[in-house]
């Protein structure tokens, strides 16, 4: 039987989010709050003890920030705030099913539903599209089923999470999303210090055009730039423009650019020049 009552603790980012998107998938959502304030009107909005709420769904949410996870678990625990045909599913990308241990006498089956989505904005117009996203899943059978259906119905990919993997998932995940933001504003800081001031979202620009191009080629066809091409100058002058913590970065993700390189082909001593430059180079030796 399909599960159609979701129950929500955390009315946050991805609380008010995630629900919306459920609602919109035909499921009944309650968000439960800590204080009142105004949700999508599709949500409802409980606030004050959780039993009532937490003992009438069908599978049970934890939105919480991923810190107070096994509290929440413990609380409901506690206050014998879940059953044993109910499925409970926390969404932290590092935390495995394991958080939710304490809530193992009730039964419930435990698990985990991380999507790969970042919703910056709660309530957000774009913060209900999930489809096409990825959902990172792992637990006991019954949850993982229960989750793998909640996915089907929003039109997400579900992939399985093998156990003990979610750290470095979710370190790669931070990597592609939160930290594709912070290049932005690294390369903007960049420029600002080299004297330009009008800049006008033009490395928003050029990430939109790369991430376009990955959309239909594999990520060692969509690398271009200097690596790709074999200009060791040309690397070695960026280097010299760099402010040494720059630079970390710079030679960090230049190396990882060149085994793709050379896995595509580049050849052994052009290789040879750009890894000598990226792990010893300033730019001063260029020639
Ligand atoms: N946002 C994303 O892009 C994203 C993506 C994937 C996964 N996630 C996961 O989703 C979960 C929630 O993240 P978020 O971004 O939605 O965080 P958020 O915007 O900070 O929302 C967290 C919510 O949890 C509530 N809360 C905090 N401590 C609580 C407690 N002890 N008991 C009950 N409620 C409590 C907060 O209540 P108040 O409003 O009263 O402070 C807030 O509404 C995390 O596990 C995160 O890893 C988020």
Request: proline content about 5%.
């Amino acid at each position: 039987m399909a599960a159609d009552r979701i129950t929500i603790i955390g009315s946050g980012r991805m609380g008010q989010g995630l629900g919306r998107a459920l609602a919109g998938a035909g499921y009944g959502v309650t968000l439960v709050g800590r204080r009142q304030r105004t949700v999508p009107s599709q949500l409802l909005l409980h606030v004050g003890d959780w039993p009532p709420v937490t003992r009438s769904c069908d599978v049970l949410l934890l939105a919480t920030p991923d810190d107070v996870v096994e509290a929440v678990a413990r609380r409901l625990t506690d206050e014998n705030g879940v059953g044993s045909d109910q499925v409970v599913l926390h969404l932290s990308g590092l935390l495995d099913h394991r958080a939710l241990d304490s809530l193992r006498p009730s039964g419930a089956a435990l698990g985990s539903f991380h999507p790969l989505k970042s919703v910056a904005e709660p309530g957000g117009a774009k913060a209900t599209d999930f489809a096409m996203a990825a959902v990172g899943i792992e637990g006991d059978d019954r949850a993982v089923a229960a989750a793998e259906t909640m996915a089907r119905r929003l039109e997400m990919i579900p992939i399985r999470l093998p156990p003990g993997s979610k750290p470095a998932y979710h370190a790669a995940a931070v990597l592609v999303s939160n930290y594709t933001v912070a290049l932005v504003h690294m390369a903007e800081r960049i420029v600002h210090e080299a004297g330009l001031r009008d800049e006008r979202g033009m490395f928003q620009r050029l990430l939109e055009g790369t991430v376009a191009n990955m959309a239909s080629m594999a990520p060692h066809e969509a690398l271009t730039g200097p690596i790709r091409r074999g200009d060791a100058h040309t690397v070695e002058a960026h280097l010299a423009s760099l402010s040494p913590g720059d630079q970390a970065v710079y030679r960090a993700l230049g190396l990882e650019a060149l085994r793709m390189a050379e896995a595509d082909g580049l050849s052994p001593d052009v290789a040879e020049r750009l890894q000598a430059a990226l792990t010893t180079g300033d730019g001063s030796s260029r020639s």
